[in-house]
């Protein structure tokens, strides 16, 4: 069975960290291009990050550009997100995506103090 | 950044009847790299399209999608309870990807 599974969030006071975690089975991550995606509460989705199948070329959307790393790691099969400096508009469950394939069922970052 | 605009916001269908949502881009989507999700309260967004054409593994053909350029459409045949739920449409051709606001699909 395909399953992606997101770890890591939880709640964090403004101006803090986290790093969240994608990890697959079943499903090799470095066949696609692989994203995170988030969305706030009661609203719509937001494309946060994406990488490519070796992790040579990265792009994020604006709002996070220099807070937010994505990264991939080919021998444990699993997929990341680095998150500095965080704001309370980055509360959102944020997912974990394949480019045409499985999502994972997300992981919820609460930012506040 | 490419704009999708997807319409209409809300659609009140019954059960057994057609729907045609669409997705329409601000500029041409390359490679007509859009893709279409379901997703239903409380749980993760669903690939059904991707390719603006092809299913997604394990959805059912009542689900099709259309479109080139910048005008796109995902059209449900006849609609299954399950079905009711709301689709967004995503752009993945140029960075930064996009999606849209969302069509949700009630039952009337």
């Known amino acids: 069975e395909v399953q992606l599974v997101e770890s890591g969030g939880g709640l964090v006071q403004p101006g803090g960290s986290l790093r969240l975690s994608c990890t697959a089975s079943?499903?090799?991550?470095?066949?696609?291009?692989m994203s995170w995606v988030r969305q706030a509460p009661g609203k719509g989705l937001e494309w946060v990050a994406n990488?490519?199948?070796?992790?040579?070329?990265?792009n994020y959307v604006d709002s996070v550009k220099g807070r937010f790393t994505i990264s991939r790691d080919s021998a444990k099969n699993s997929l990341y997100l680095e998150m500095n400096n965080l704001r309370p508009e980055d509360t959102a469950v944020y997912y974990c995506?394949?480019?045409?394939?499985?999502w994972g069922q997300g992981t919820l970052v609460t930012v506040s103090s | 950044e490419i704009v999708l605009t997807q319409s209409p916001g809300i659609l009140s269908l019954s059960p057994g009847e057609r729907a045609t949502l669409s997705c329409r881009a601000s500029?041409?989507?390359?490679?007509?790299?859009l893709a279409w999700f379901q997703q239903r309260p409380g749980q993760a967004p669903r690939l059904l399209i991707y390719?603006?054409?092809t299913r997604a593994t394990g959805i059912p053909d009542r689900f099709s999608g259309s479109g080139s350029g910048t005008d796109f459409t995902l059209t449900i045949s006849r609609l299954e309870p399950e079905d009711f739920a709301v689709y967004y449409c995503?752009?993945?051709?140029?960075?930064?990807?996009?999606f849209g606001p969302g069509t949700k699909v009630d039952i009337k």
């Open positions: 995506a394949a480019e045409e394939g499985p």
């Open positions: 079943g499903f090799t991550l470095s066949s696609q291009w």
């Open positions: 990488i490519d199948n070796d992790g040579s070329n990265k």
């Open positions: 500029q041409t989507v390359s490679n007509n790299y």
């Open positions: 390719g603006a054409s």
């Open positions: 995503q752009q993945y051709g140029r960075a930064p990807d996009t």
